[in-house]
């Protein structure tokens, strides 16, 4: 299975970056990036890119490619919504319609949140847009899956690129085993999510296409989804 990550530098990408190279089965990782990585193995290939919205320049390494994992994103604290959905939405749609042009029958897994509203109704921009994003992923013809985490501990070597996000990561390392306890439905980490996945990319679409913490830790431990016919969320 050869993959492409959007967000390689970001905790989630670290995350799904770091479970295709530890899967044997994944034979070539390309990591779209701005910069380069700080990573070499010899299954990782990257492709230095500034512009998001156009993959005309790039188009043809973009081909042959069996799953997306589109972990690229920002906080939403302080931006203004358009600044907010050129990154979440455009920068989303843009590699959606490039990849799935030039590979039919690929998986695009696009991370969202728990909280995003579909409906466009909700008072707060980010789960409108998160959610507009989503509804139009999957109305593109492609397998297409949302992942709504909630609570992620990065787990590791993932580092979160939001200051305060880091120290509230470092005040909670210690508490974790027993959140994951006493909140199972809220709780994952960076690992599981980049596990989960290559399950659903390797799953057919035979599970639901919006996928929580629940579905994302039982994916992330038995590498299998449900049989098809269960309501998405």
């Not at 909700?122 to 013809?141: F, I, Y």
């Not at 296409?209 to 039982?218: A, E, F, H, K, S």
Request: positive net charge; glycine residues 8%; contains cysteine.
């Amino acid at each position: 299975m050869r993959v492409i990550v959007f967000g390689a530098s970001g905790m989630v990408g670290h995350g799904a970056l770091r479970a295709c190279l530890l899967d044997d089965t994944v034979t070539e990782v390309l990591a779209v990036v701005r910069s380069p990585l700080p990573v070499e193995h010899p299954r990782l290939r990257q492709i230095v890119h500034t512009d998001f919205t156009d993959y005309t320049a790039v188009q043809d390494q973009l081909k042959d490619l069996d799953a997306c994992f589109f972990c690229l994103g920002v906080s939403a604290v302080g931006r203004k919504e358009e600044e907010y959905t050129r990154v979440t939405y455009d920068y989303a749609l843009a590699a959606a319609h490039a990849l799935n042009a030039a590979n039919p029958g690929l998986a695009f897994v696009y991370v969202s949140g728990e909280g995003t509203d579909s409906t466009g109704k909700s008072r707060q921009m980010w789960a409108r847009v998160k959610g507009r994003t989503e509804n139009d992923l999957l109305a593109m013809p492609m397998r297409a899956y949302m992942f709504r985490p909630g609570y992620i501990q990065p787990v590791g070597g993932a580092t979160s690129r939001t200051p305060l996000y880091r120290a509230v990561y470092r005040a909670t390392a210690v508490l974790y085993p027993l959140l994951r306890r006493v909140f199972p439905r809220y709780i994952t980490t960076t690992d599981a999510v980049g596990r989960a996945m290559l399950a659903v990319a390797r799953s057919e679409g035979a599970g639901p296409t919006v996928l929580r913490n629940p579905d994302i830790n039982r994916l992330a431990v038995t590498g299998q989804d449900e049989p098809a016919g269960r309501p998405a969320p």
